[in-house]
């Protein structure tokens, strides 16, 4: 059974950073493209990073520049580095392959900025 497990998140003020795990079992993580999608109140969940197995990136526009998708394929563990934050990347944040996996959609973890 394939179990995603994120965390990391909470609340932060505008400009601080967070850095969120996700942590995955039964798969064989190494191979598969990984990324961190998130979905904020009354919007539909959205791609911002993509990693593949041999650790190249890409980001959502809007937050180039400022998180930084990673991967250790030893401890199954893909990484998303948030600096900057913005009050507009409040959301509940997921990890799944890319393409998602419905089957695949874990429990998220929720990312608060504010003041």
């Known amino acids: 059974q394939v179990q995603l497990v994120e965390s990391g998140g909470g609340l932060v003020q505008p400009g601080g950073s967070l850095r969120l795990s996700c942590a995955a079992s039964?798969?064989?993580?190494?191979?598969?493209?990984m990324g961190w999608y998130r979905q904020a109140p009354g919007k539909q969940r959205e791609l911002v990073a993509v990693?593949?197995?041999?650790?190249?990136?890409n980001y959502a526009d809007s937050v180039k520049g400022r998180f930084a998708i990673s991967r250790d394929n030893v401890k199954n563990t893909v990484y998303l580095q948030m600096n900057s934050l913005k009050p507009g990347d409040t959301a509940v944040y997921y990890c799944?392959?890319?393409?998602?996996?419905?089957?695949?959609w874990g429990q998220g973890t929720q990312v608060t900025v504010s003041s």
């Open positions: 799944n392959r890319v393409p998602s996996t419905v089957a695949y």
């Open positions: 039964g798969i064989i993580f190494s191979i598969n493209v």
């Open positions: 990693i593949t197995s041999g650790g190249r990136t």
